[in-house]
């Protein structure tokens, strides 16, 4: 049975990992789930994606330590292996993700919604990166990418310190954007989605892809980015049917993906 639940809302895909009695902790057959959850996504169809996790306690837990706690060097570097190219895959996902964190988001938790576009969290979601405490490093991007989204001096004490980081903080550092009361997280999370969803996908894209890119390279070659990512645009139906609404003063809008 898969470990990740798919749900589609008009142009928004929900993605839900769904282990509940581990609080969603992340094992190998979980990891392929979401994966292959991913990969099931109708990319001409869709248009925003939100991954949550089952429960009102836990976004996802962490990883298996279960399954972690007999591996051996070559396994414990397959396994961080297979989780970073799982999360990579989401970064680099053409359709934006939003991670909607409703509770626990540790360790593989914290690196699975780090990977992911804009991130709104329910007000009982910590995050944190407990693996010093277990003896390893964070091994999906923890240390990479948390490093990069909020201050390097930051991400160390939350790391080498095991700290974890209530939801007002999270936003506070720009972990997060937004925080919700619990039941308001998923209407929010929704009417961002829709939001998205509204705009010319293609242009949608193409954002996400030259904002990516250009964080990896200094600016004279990111503006380079941004230039082709706008040039290709004037290539789509979407960009004369987006100008000409704007010239003929209509607020309908009827993007083709195209």
Same mark, same amino acid.
């Given at each position: 049975?898969?470990?990740?639940?798919?749900?589609?809302?008009?142009?928004?895909?929900?993605?839900?990992?769904?282990?509940?009695?581990?609080?969603?902790?992340?094992?190998?057959?979980?990891?392929?789930?979401?994966?292959?959850?991913?990969?099931?996504?109708?990319?001409?169809e869709?248009?925003?994606v939100?991954?949550?996790?089952?429960?009102?306690?836990?976004?996802?837990?962490?990883?298996?330590?279960a399954?972690?706690?007999?591996?051996?060097?070559?396994?414990?570097?397959?396994?961080?292996?297979?989780?970073?190219?799982?999360?990579?895959?989401?970064?680099?996902?053409?359709i934006?993700?939003? @991670?909607?964190?409703?509770?626990? =988001? &540790?360790g593989?938790? /914290?690196? %699975?919604?780090?990977?992911?576009? #804009?991130?709104?969290?329910?007000?009982?979601?910590?995050?944190?990166?407990?693996?010093?405490?277990?003896?390893?490093?964070p091994?999906?991007?923890?240390?990479?990418?948390?490093?990069?989204?909020?201050?390097?001096?930051?991400?160390?004490?939350?790391?080498?310190?095991?700290?974890?980081?209530?939801?007002?903080?999270?936003?506070?550092?720009?972990?997060?954007?937004?925080?919700?009361?619990? @039941?308001?997280?998923?209407?929010? =999370? &929704?009417?961002?989605? /829709?939001? %998205?969803?509204?705009?010319?996908? #293609?242009?949608?894209?193409?954002?996400?892809?030259?904002?990516?890119?250009?964080?990896?390279?200094?600016?004279?070659?990111?503006?380079?980015?941004?230039?082709?990512?706008?040039g290709?645009?004037?290539?789509?139906?979407?960009?004369?049917?987006?100008?000409?609404?704007?010239?003929?003063?209509?607020?309908?809008?009827?993007?083709?993906?195209a």
């Amino acid at each position: 049975m898969s470990n990740v639940k798919t749900e589609v809302q008009g142009q928004v895909a929900i993605l839900t990992i769904s282990r509940p009695k581990a609080l969603n902790a992340l094992n190998s057959e979980t990891l392929d789930d979401i994966k292959a959850a991913f990969e099931a996504i109708d990319q001409k169809e869709i248009r925003a994606v939100i991954l949550t996790g089952d429960g009102d306690k836990s976004f996802v837990a962490g990883a298996d330590i279960a399954e972690m706690h007999g591996l051996n060097k070559e396994q414990g570097t397959a396994f961080g292996k297979k989780g970073n190219d799982v999360f990579r895959y989401i970064e680099t996902f053409p359709i934006p993700v939003i @991670a909607a964190v409703n509770g626990y =988001a &540790l360790g593989g938790g /914290n690196e %699975i919604c780090m990977s992911c576009d #804009i991130r709104l969290a329910s007000d009982n979601a910590v995050f944190g990166q407990p693996e010093a405490g277990l003896g390893i490093t964070p091994g999906f991007g923890g240390t990479q990418r948390l490093a990069r989204i909020v201050a390097p001096g930051i991400a160390k004490e939350i790391i080498y310190a095991t700290k974890n980081i209530k939801a007002d903080k999270a936003k506070e550092i720009g972990l997060v954007n937004e925080v919700y009361p619990q @039941a308001e997280l998923m209407p929010a =999370a &929704l009417k961002l989605a /829709n939001k %998205i969803a509204a705009n010319a996908p #293609i242009a949608v894209r193409e954002c996400k892809k030259a904002i990516n890119d250009g964080l990896q390279v200094d600016m004279d070659k990111a503006i380079v980015i941004e230039e082709e990512a706008f040039g290709r645009c004037f290539e789509t139906a979407d960009q004369k049917e987006g100008m000409g609404a704007f010239l003929e003063k209509r607020k309908d809008k009827h993007f083709i993906n195209a």
